[in-house]
């Protein structure tokens, strides 16, 4: 088991910014590939960004300019921070891990982010 909580969700003006912060428990964090997924309303989940054990990231297209994710091993954590928030990133984002080698895949119970004036 690996437990993930999010945090850092909530309502953000137009043009802000957000860190969602995505702690893991019980782990060897170092050896885990981690991501950020969001689900808006009535679509599918899709990848934000991800980074793995190495500290490459990819982001998706949409947000590759304003998003940034980072990770901190000793705090077996990883962040996520977009700048210029726009209405159609308001979404449940969710904290994803993966261990090198393996198929499973933790998720995280999701962050609600809202981007409204």
């Known amino acids: 088991q690996v437990p993930l909580v999010e945090s850092g969700g909530g309502l953000v003006q137009p043009g802000g910014s957000l860190r969602l912060s995505c702690a893991a428990s019980?782990?060897?964090?170092?050896?885990?590939?981690m991501a950020w997924y969001r689900q808006a309303a009535g679509k599918q989940r899709e990848l934000v960004a991800a980074i793995t054990s190495g500290g490459s990231t990819n982001y998706a297209d949409s947000v590759k300019d304003r998003v940034t994710i980072s990770r901190d091993n000793a705090k077996s954590a990883v962040y996520l921070l977009m700048n210029s928030r726009k209405p159609e990133d308001t979404a449940v984002y969710y904290c994803?891990?993966?261990?090198?080698?393996?198929?499973?895949?933790?998720w995280g119970q999701g962050t609600q982010v809202t981007v409204s004036s």
């Open positions: 994803y891990a993966r261990r090198r080698g393996e198929t499973y895949v933790y």
């Open positions: 019980g782990c060897d964090f170092s050896m885990y590939v």
